[in-house]
């Protein structure tokens, strides 16, 4: 019996190529041709400054790893799921500012980030000390976007000492504990010696005789 081999041109082998091919198989990639970062964004953070609760709680991460090449797009991914979730309470002109802002950083969802891991430990602080370190952020990224290739950054990453940190902690229980760090201890000893005294005073006597 013959068995005939199956025919291999040209154009199979061209539909192989390309069945393979990176990016036919959704390799994530994050550069930039062009900087997403527009030179007046400062100016969209001082409108929202001039009209937000400065002590308004959020949280940040406490633990996110310190990578000179991805730390920043880090922290803007963090920022702005912030940023999300301020526009869904907010009010219909905040929420104006907040687009905004949101606006100035919405370029990292063009990056396939993965959500972020579960080592990641948060405290809390003010919505203005995010506001500042997202400027701080858009700043440092603002001459280097384009010259970076960020696909290595996909993934947030927790410091290599993260597991013995302890875990995130309530704002109460965060209260209590800096109460209680802050607290003097209630002085047991000196209420000891003052319950034995008046026995003390009479054994004393006794042993004078």
């Not at 061209?14 to 400062?42: D, K």
């Not at 905004?100 to 430990?121: A, E, G, K």
């Not at 000893?189 to 004393?204: K, W």
Request: charged share 15%; hydrophobic share 45%; proline share 9%.
């Amino acid at each position: 019996m013959t068995v005939l081999a199956p025919a291999w041109s040209p154009a199979t082998s061209l539909l192989l190529l390309l069945l393979l091919s990176p990016g036919l198989r959704g390799t994530p990639h994050c550069t930039f041709n062009h900087s997403p970062i527009a030179s007046n964004f400062p100016d969209a953070f001082r409108d929202l400054s001039d009209h937000l609760l400065l002590d308004y709680p959020v949280t940040v991460a406490s633990n996110l790893q310190d990578d000179e090449l991805c730390g920043a797009m880090w922290r803007l991914v963090l920022a702005q799921s912030w940023m999300i979730r301020l526009k869904e309470v907010a009010g219909s002109k905040m929420q104006l500012l907040l687009n905004t802002v949101h606006t100035q950083i919405h370029f990292v969802s063009d990056c396939s980030f993965q959500p972020p891991p579960s080592c990641l430990r948060y405290v809390q602080t003010n919505i203005s000390h995010l506001l500042q370190d997202t400027l701080e952020q858009l700043d440092a990224l603002k001459s280097q976007i384009r010259k970076r290739n960020f696909s290595s950054c996909l993934e947030l990453q927790c410091q290599t000492d993260s597991s013995t940190l302890l875990p995130p902690q309530s704002p109460r229980a965060l209260e209590a504990t800096a109460l209680g760090a802050t607290a003097l201890p209630t002085p047991q000893r000196p209420l000891l010696v003052v319950l034995l005294l008046p026995l003390a005073i009479p054994l004393l006597q006794l042993a004078a005789v």
